[in-house]
T-cell receptor, first 112, second 119 residues
Framework: DQQVKQNSPSLSVQEGRISILNCDYT??????FLWYKKYPAEGPTFLIS?????DKNEDGRFTVFLNKSAKHLSLHIVPSQPGDSAVYFC???????????FGTGTRLQVTL | DAGITQSPRYKITETGRQVTLMCHQT?????MFWYRQDLGHGLRLIYY???????DKGEVPDGYVVSRSKTENFPLTLESATRSQTSVYFC??????????????????FGPGTRLTVL
């Protein structure tokens, strides 16, 4: 039972355009959400997070939107850059011992 | 070096052998975690620890054993390796109960991973 779903395994976007990565969840107990970026042969690195009491969090080119009623969050990258090409994981935490449940990841390719 | 390290980075072993993957962090973080990454599954939690001498099972604990005698170390042992345990293993640590500190950098920090192949 996949509680955090990333239904798009891959996404290709032109440099300078907006990248939108989506994530859906089923567990209404999740109250903290994170996005991680992962390059090949490296560990995931933290990108941005959002608490369930907010609906938007922004950090430079990265914005995360949370729609609790739809159990949906999205990551917007504007403008997209070639260095953004990586696998992006959505993760959610229930408030129990900081355990995270991860999605399956979306591979973003930013083309020139 | 400060941070979180894993060793070995690559390991090939045979079915039935015991293997231990090491994880070391220098931040004195309370929480530590082991994940495995497999195609189609993302990262799945194997075991976690809230403090020294406190460990608990995650989503996929079968076939694995952990210990945490010191805050900075969290070794993962495969007691009798099987081919299904071929995977990339990531260790992570976090300082606080995520989302409660109020800081935007409240997160788990990941090591570089160990690629394990069981023949």
């Amino acid at each position: 039972d996949q509680q955090v779903k990333q239904n798009s395994p891959s996404l290709s976007v032109q440099e300078g355009r907006i990248s939108i990565l989506n994530c859906d969840y089923t567990n209404s107990m999740f109250d903290y959400f994170l996005w991680y970026k992962k390059y090949p042969a490296e560990g995931p690195t933290f990108l941005i997070s959002i608490s369930s009491i907010k609906d938007k969090n922004e950090d430079g080119r990265f914005t995360v939107f949370l729609n609790k009623s739809a159990k949906h969050l999205s990551l917007h990258i504007v403008p997209s850059q070639p260095g953004d090409s990586a696998v992006y994981f959505c993760a959610a935490e229930t408030g129990t011992a900081s355990k995270l449940t991860f999605g399956t990841g979306t591979r973003l390719q930013v083309t020139l | 070096d400060a941070g979180i390290t894993q060793s070995p980075r690559y390991k090939i072993t045979e079915t039935g052998r015991q293997v231990t993957l090491m994880c070391h962090q220098t931040w004195s973080h309370s929480y530590m975690f082991w994940y495995r990454q497999d195609l189609g599954h993302g990262l799945r939690l194997i075991y976690y620890s809230a403090a020294a001498d406190i460990t608990d099972k995650g989503e996929v604990p079968d076939g694995y054993v952990v210990s945490r005698s010191k805050t900075e170390n969290f070794p993962l042992t495969l007691e009798s390796a099987t081919r299904s345990q071929t995977s990339v293993y990531f260790c992570a640590s976090s300082e606080s109960w995520l989302g409660r500190s109020g800081t935007s950098t409240d997160t788990q920090y990941f090591g570089p991973g160990t690629r394990l192949t069981v023949l």
